[in-house]
Antibody, heavy 120, light 111 residues
Framework: QVQLQESSPGLVRPSQTLSLTCTVS??????????WSWIRQPAGKGLEWIGR???????NYNPSLKSRVTISVDTSKNQFSLELSSVTAADTAVYYC????????????WGKGTTVTVSS | NFMLTQPHSVSESPGKTVTISCTRS????????VQWYQQRPGSSPTIVIY?????PSGVPDRFSGSIASSSNSASLTISGLRTEDEADYYC??????????FGTGTKVTVL
């Protein structure tokens, strides 16, 4: 079955750019049936959708983060990536990558999540 | 954009039934599918209901979903409550620009 694994940058300095990669195994990122999403969760808080990308490169972003977010896809490596610029302590969270059903907008596969801390 | 508001917490005894509400702040709850996710401590979320009332394979039929236009809300009902149901539960929908929106989350405690 499909599995997703986030890379783990761990610590990011304030004002820098957070970069994460999600590797998809057990299935193709080029499947026409799915988008690929990023979601985050600050410690003890709820889930926040960051954005998603289709195999074609088409993207949707959370309006509240849009000015700082870039999501890209590399079909040759079966990976997709997140860049979040100008980070602050408020961006400290567990970041999940996930598979997103194209027609019904539900997330059926989640990665294990990776903790990103923004601190000097 | 709209918000999805859930009760902060609910609790009930084993074997009983709990219902979690998810109220949409603007626009019709029936306009876009609602999903429900379970998140146990230290784990990633997993889907328990999709498309308002559909159960993925492997999810017990003790879990059911519904929507009510009268209250502009969705509900997740867990019957025959078990200790393993103790978790956080999130509803999720999307807007007409295909942006996902998550609910505020509900902690279910099995007494």
């Amino acid at each position: 079955q499909v599995q997703l694994q986030e890379s783990s940058p761990g610590l990011v300095r304030p004002s820098q750019t957070l970069s994460l990669t999600c590797t998809v195994s057990g299935g193709s990122i080029s499947s026409p049936n799915y988008y690929w999403s990023w979601i985050r969760q600050p410690a003890g808080k709820g889930l926040e959708w960051i954005g998603r990308i289709y195999t074609s490169g088409s993207t949707n972003y959370n309006p509240s983060l849009k000015s700082r977010v870039t999501i890209s896809v590399d079909t040759s490596k079966n990976q997709f990536s997140l860049e979040l610029s100008s980070v602050t302590a408020a961006d400290t969270a567990v970041y999940y990558c996930a598979r997103d059903a194209y027609y019904s907008f539900y997330i059926d596969v989640w990665g294990k999540g990776t903790t990103v801390t923004v601190s000097s | 954009n709209f918000m999805l508001t859930q009760p902060h917490s609910v609790s009930e005894s084993p074997g009983k039934t709990v219902t979690i509400s998810c109220t949409r702040s603007s626009g019709s709850i029936a306009s876009n599918y609602v999903q429900w996710y379970q998140q146990r401590p230290g784990s990633s979320p997993t889907i328990v209901i999709y498309e308002n009332n559909e159960r993925p394979s492997g999810v017990p039929d003790r879990f059911s979903g519904s929507i009510a236009s009268s209250s502009n809300s969705a509900s997740l009902t867990i019957s025959g409550l078990r200790t393993e149901d103790e978790a956080d539960y999130y509803c999720q929908s999307y807007d007409n620009s295909d942006h996902h929106v998550f609910g505020t989350g509900t902690k279910v405690t099995v007494l």
